[in-house]
Structures are given as structure tokens and as C-alpha cells.
């Protein structure tokens, strides 16, 4: 595999910038890994585990010479990042980042972009509910999607970029701003929420029938419990950035529901029967479409985004 650039910096260093560092040195499409956390417990165990060609006590350092910056912090924490690298970033560089959302980043990114440098947004849809330095691994992106947001950022850059991601093993396709968001509000950030909502349902039952609910948890439950155990800051941020995308999709959820607690209430069969059934033969487009792929085991992940 040829080089794409030849020096990385990834700043943050949990699950997302640990995969990207296994996967990059899998294959080998950049000379130097710089990286860099804000707490010295993970600075610590990246030194200690091997992540990173060299981990820098400070941002600066970390993306001094860089061709390519990744920001690989909760979305929130994008906009503060910037502030701190942008005087610093090499001309002719690119930053990105693997934010779940992307109108919010652009907005607290790239006004602090300097001249000469290029922002394109990338986000990368895989992830675990594990998080830090030590849940990454180098095939978290492979045969996944990452959405490429360019919104006006060069081509050659973008393209380059995308020869990056490629090389991770993601297929990658572009997409406007306010589609990225509200695509990801339906097929991730909802479906967070539901899980968060049925585990909270469920431990409340709890309470009162002995712990049964957690006991006799079938598949569909465990699954719920999976996503709901996922990183708390990042998902606040989720929310907290992609307000409007995600009220717009609760809204219509919260109709269905109601169409279907009547159709339960009234016994009407045909229109429960009907629902289920157009959405298994939506659940078997997924499979067809190949979007089923599971993280590989290690006793412990799925890939949930
Ligand atoms: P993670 O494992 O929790 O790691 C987050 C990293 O960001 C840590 O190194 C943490 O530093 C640092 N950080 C947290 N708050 C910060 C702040 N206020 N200022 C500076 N640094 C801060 O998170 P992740 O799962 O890799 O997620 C990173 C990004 O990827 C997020 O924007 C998320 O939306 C996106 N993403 C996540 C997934 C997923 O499923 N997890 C999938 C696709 C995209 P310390 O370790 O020092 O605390």
C-alpha cells in the first residue's frame, strides 16, 4: 500500500482514533502516527500499549508538520480543539474529524481554519459501545461506510481523504451537511435513544419484579442494553448538536407508535400484521445490502453505528 500522507496527528485517543491507529499501520498509508489525549491516564496507557509512533504532551505538538490532523473528540469538543491547533497547523494540511454530527462541527471548525489549510468532515459509521484507548482495533472500518461531508472544501483534498479512508477499509461516499444529519439521525442517533429509553423502562420494572426483566432478557433486550451502555458524553453531545435532525425523527416515531398502541388497543390484527411485515422485508433489504457485518468477536463487541 502506498503512503496517502506522511504524517498523521489524531487528536483524542478513544475508540474511533485507536481503530484509525491499528488500521493505518495495518495499512500503511502514512509514515508517522502523532497523537495526542488530554489526560495523562490516557497518554499513559497509549504509551504503554504502543498506540501512536510518538504520543505528544500537548496539541500543539502533536500536529506541528502534519499533513493530516483528525480530531477525534465528542462533537462538543470539537470547536475548542480547533482553537487551541489552528495557529499551529502546517499550510497545505488537511483537518478532519469522525464527529457523528456534522453541521455543528463545520460551524465551530471551520471559521478557525486558517488560509491554506483544507477541512473536510469525514464521519466513519462503526463503533463499539467500548471506549478509550485500549477498545480500538485495526478492522473496526472494514467493509463500513464513512460519509465524507466536503461542503465546499477542495476536491484534492477531499479526494485525498477519501484514498485515506479507503485504505482503512471503509467504502466512502459524499454527502451534504443536512442530509449526513438527519441520515444519521434515523439509522443511529434514534435508535440510541429508544435503547436508552427501554433500558431506563426496564430498570424501573425492575424495582418492582425482582430483577426479573434483567434476568430473563431475551436477545431483542440484551441488544438494547448493548447500545444503552454506550459512551454518555458523546451521546449528550449527539443530541445536544443534532437537535433539530433528531426532534424531526422522534416526532414521526412517536406518530407510528401511537398508529400501533391503537392498533393494539382496537385488536386491529390486519394493520399489526401489515406493519411487521413491511418492516421484515425492510430488515431483509439490509441483509441483501450487505449492512449486517459484525465486528469480529473478541468476546465482547458489536459494531453498533
Ligand atoms: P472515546 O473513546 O470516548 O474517546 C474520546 C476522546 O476524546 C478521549 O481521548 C478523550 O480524552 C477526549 N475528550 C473527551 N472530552 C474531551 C474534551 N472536552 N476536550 C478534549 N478532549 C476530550 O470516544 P470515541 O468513541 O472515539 O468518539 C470520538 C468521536 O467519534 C466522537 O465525536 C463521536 O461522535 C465519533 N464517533 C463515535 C462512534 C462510536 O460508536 N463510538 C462512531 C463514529 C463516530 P481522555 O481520554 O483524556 O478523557
Redesign the pocket.
Same mark, same amino acid.
Given at each position: 500500500m502506498t503512503k496517502v500522507y506522511d504524517r498523521v496527528a489524531l487528536i483524542?485517543?478513544?475508540?474511533?482514533?485507536s481503530s484509525m491507529f491499528w488500521a493505518i499501520k495495518r495499512a500503511g498509508v502514512a509514515g508517522e502516527v502523532t497523537g495526542f489525549?488530554?489526560?495523562q491516564?490516557?497518554r499513559d496507557t497509549a504509551r504503554r500499549i504502543g498506540l501512536c509512533d510518538r504520543v505528544c504532551d500537548s496539541a500543539i505538538e502533536a500536529v506541528e508538520e502534519a499533513d493530516l490532523v483528525v480530531l477525534?473528540?465528542?462533537?462538543?469538543?470539537m470547536g475548542?480543539?480547533t482553537a487551541e491547533i489552528a495557529p499551529h497547523l502546517k499550510q497545505g494540511a488537511t483537518v478532519s474529524?469522525?464527529?457523528? *454530527?456534522k453541521r455543528s462541527v463545520i460551524e465551530a471548525v471551520r471559521p478557525q481554519i486558517p488560509e491554506g489549510v483544507n477541512f473536510v468532515g469525514a464521519?466513519?459509521?462503526?463503533?463499539?459501545e467500548h471506549?478509550?484507548?485500549e477498545?480500538g482495533f485495526a478492522t473496526l472500518f472494514d467493509n463500513r461506510w464513512c460519509l465524507i461531508v466536503p461542503d465546499g472544501a477542495s476536491e484534492e483534498a477531499t479526494e485525498r481523504l477519501e484514498r485515506f479512508w479507503q485504505a482503512l477499509g471503509a467504502n466512502c461516499e459524499r454527502m451534504e451537511v443536512e442530509h449526513h444529519d438527519l441520515v444519521c439521525a434515523v439509522v443511529s442517533h434514534i435508535p440510541h435513544l429508544i435503547a436508552y429509553t427501554m433500558v431506563g423502562v426496564a430498570d424501573d420494572l425492575s424495582r418492582v419484579s425482582d430483577q426479573e426483566v434483567i434476568k430473563y432478557s431475551a436477545a431483542g433486550f440484551r441488544d438494547f442494553t448493548r447500545i444503552a451502555a454506550?459512551?454518555p458524553?458523546?451521546w449528550r453531545? *449527539?443530541f445536544l448538536t443534532n437537535k433539530e435532525a433528531t426532534l424531526e425523527i422522534l416526532g414521526r416515531f412517536t406518530e407510528e407508535l401511537f398508529a400501533l398502541q391503537r392498533a393494539i388497543r382496537t385488536g386491529d390484527g390486519d394493520e399489526l400484521f401489515d406493519y411487521f411485515t413491511r418492516t421484515r422485508a425492510i430488515r431483509r433489504g439490509i441483509i441483501e445490502a450487505g449492512q449486517d457485518t459484525e465486528a469480529p468477536d473478541f468476546g465482547r463487541v458489536k459494531a453498533?453505528?
Open positions: 483524542g485517543l478513544g475508540l474511533i482514533a489525549a488530554r489526560s491516564e490516557t477525534c473528540v465528542p462533537v462538543g469538543a475548542a480543539v474529524d469522525v464527529g457523528s *454530527v464521519h466513519p459509521m462503526a463503533g463499539t471506549s478509550g484507548p477498545s454506550s459512551d458524553t458523546m453531545d *449527539v453498533t453505528e
